[in-house]
């Protein structure tokens, strides 16, 4: 086995044992610092596919901004160690239902999928490529997804805004 | 290097072991044993120093028992605290508290695998360096909040959610000012930035434009907020949170935090001076690699310690911002002006798509006038405080 093949399946054992416990955990500050985990994972994965760019915005972002947002969130609620974590408003048969059907069209996409190995990685600059995409092919879909962030960014202005009565 | 490693292999060292592993585990090896050679002594030295400068700043003395000036004060410390008992509070959460320390420790210990000590001296000159640089660092957000939540103290979990607040907050700022040297460079790589200046201080990003002078005094103060240091030192404030998240650790845990901080001040001066102050450029007055490796490790490391200097007086003569000050100022005024530098280095390279040199010397003059002001305005003060001023500095 080849070492690249090793750290791999460090990789991905980490990211799904990092999601097994953000799933299963009692604990939710457990489950929210094991996103920790999952995220960089998933990072690790980026860069094994050639896309450190990626990657490294994967950790900026969602480590150094939406986990530390979820682990506050998470540290200002009260009854953290006993959290009810089966929802009690849908029922087990509906669950059984959804899951069979997302798994089966999972297995199905793995299977149908030519799965092509890489011969070699080559870490070239991607970032620019991705910049010259963003402004010429994709510059629509970019726009919208800034119109998008820009509505939420005004969006948390007026609700935390404070009510001025004349 | 290969070679040696080549030799081992025949002579039979690794029966079985794949040629792949071997190459890794000795590069791993390696670079870890030289990272932790450099960067233990320069955290404890600089605890040492910090404690020094500060002392004279206060007419004070300062730790000068042990060794000569008490050079050897910090492995004293570290002994200490390596011998003490390591107390986990009963009501903590056991396993988070004992895991905070090592998060922080990595988030910063990593950033030294980007720093480029000379144009052969790094550990990896990644393509997204800076990028890279950002993303790790913010390792660090997720520790000390760790460490705030597990203490299971009240003092605790406000110093963690002060920092968190804070650092989140000067990331933008910080973030916005080393984009603009990475417009200017053309390239996100640190050896890249450093190629793209001289060795002549107008060939500095940092005279660039007057956009980017401003962005290294954005970058350098966002940088202190980041690192949690005074003026910006609120999570750990003594007079209102005890000391902040860190309240609860003692021996080597306390002393992993610290490790961090005062490493991570170098980190700070050592990213100023690959993107604004040239970083290992050196005027061309040898071939000889060995001597141009030597003193391209001594002017980065003079350059970068400057600012840890710089840091540690600022600490010795600032008071502590307020919580809402330190907000206003972060979304206020200085996101705002790294906007304006991002987007004014951006018409300037429109302008000027070769740069200008006219307004690079002129950036520089500018830059030696305010650091003649500077020094006049600091002799004159010295000069009037000198009758109360207890003027003998090595004891």
Redesign the interface.
């Given at each position: 086995m080849e070492i690249s093949a090793l750290v791999f399946y460090l990789l991905a054992a980490i990211t799904i044992g990092s999601a097994a416990i953000v799933a299963f955990s009692r604990n939710i500050v457990y489950s929210a610092f094991s996103l920790l985990g999952t995220f960089a994972g998933v990072a690790g994965i980026y860069v094994f596919l050639g896309a450190d760019f990626v990657a490294g915005v994967q950790i900026l972002i969602y480590v150094g901004g939406i986990l530390v947002l979820i682990l506050f969130a998470v540290m200002l609620t009260h009854r953290i160690a006993d959290v009810q974590i089966t929802n009690r408003s849908a029922g087990m048969i509906p669950a059984v239902v959804i899951i069979a059907v997302f798994l089966g069209l999972l297995i199905q996409s793995i299977r149908d999928t030519p799965w092509a190995k890489a011969k070699e990685i080559v870490y070239l600059p991607t970032t620019a490529a991705i910049g010259d995409f963003f402004l010429q092919h994709y510059l629509l879909p970019f726009e919208l997804a800034s119109l998008v962030l820009l509505a939420a960014l005004i969006g948390a202005v007026v609700l935390s805004r404070k009510e001025t009565k004349e | 290097m290969q070679q040696l490693v080549d030799q081992l292999i025949q002579e039979g060292y690794f029966e079985g072991v794949?040629k792949?592993?071997v190459y890794?585990g000795f590069m791993v090896l390696v670079a870890l044993l030289v990272l932790s050679f450099f960067v233990a002594p320069l955290a404890g030295i600089t605890s040492w120093l910090e404690r020094r400068v500060w002392a004279r700043i206060q007419s004070r003395v300062g730790p000068n028992r042990v060794g000569p000036q008490g050079i050897l004060q910090w492995l004293a410390d570290g002994i200490k605290n390596l011998l003490k008992e390591d107390i986990i509070p009963t009501a903590a959460?056991k396993r988070?508290f004992a895991l905070a320390p090592y998060?922080v420790f990595v988030g910063f210990f990593a950033t030294f695998v980007v720093i480029p000590f000379g144009s052969q001296l790094i550990v990896a000159d990644?393509?997204?360096g800076i990028?890279?640089l950002?993303?790790?660092?913010?390792?660090v957000?997720?520790g000390i909040?760790?460490a705030g939540?597990s203490s299971n103290n009240k003092w605790s979990?406000l110093g963690g959610?002060r920092s968190?607040?804070q650092i989140?907050s000067y990331?933008i700022p910080a973030g916005l000012a080393l984009l603009t040297i990475v417009f200017a460079a053309g390239?996100?790589?640190m050896q890249g930035i450093i190629k793209a200046q001289g060795w002549a201080p107008w060939d500095w990003l940092l005279f660039y434009n007057p956009f980017t002078f401003a962005a290294f005094f954005l970058y350098f103060t966002a940088a202190l907020a980041e690192g949690n240091r005074t003026p910006f030192d609120i999570p750990e404030a003594e007079s209102e949170l005890v000391a902040g998240y860190v309240t609860e650790y003692s021996g080597m845990r306390f002393l992993f935090f610290f490790f961090a901080e005062w490493g991570n001040l170098y980190v700070i001066g050592a990213i100023a001076t690959t993107l604004f102050l040239g970083g290992w450029q050196i005027p061309p007055i040898t071939d000889h690699p060995v001597l141009v490796g030597i003193l391209q490790f001594i002017v980065f490391f003079l350059k970068a310690y400057l600012w840890v200097f710089v840091a540690m007086w600022v600490r010795g003569t600032l008071p502590r911002v307020r919580v809402d000050q330190l907000m206003s100022l972060c979304w206020k005024y200085m996101v705002p002006l790294s906007f304006i530098c991002l987007l004014g280095t951006a018409a300037w390279m429109v302008i000027w798509p070769q740069g200008n040199r006219v307004a690079s010397f002129v950036m520089f003059l500018i830059g030696v006038a305010i650091l003649g002001l500077f020094f006049r305005r600091v002799r004159f003060q010295i000069r009037h405080a000198q009758p109360v001023l207890y003027w003998k500095p090595y004891i």
């Open positions: - | 794949p792949d592993f890794t959460d988070l998060v990644l393509n997204i990028l890279y950002l993303a790790i660092t913010s390792l957000v997720v909040l760790m939540w979990l959610m968190a607040a989140v990331e390239t996100l790589s």
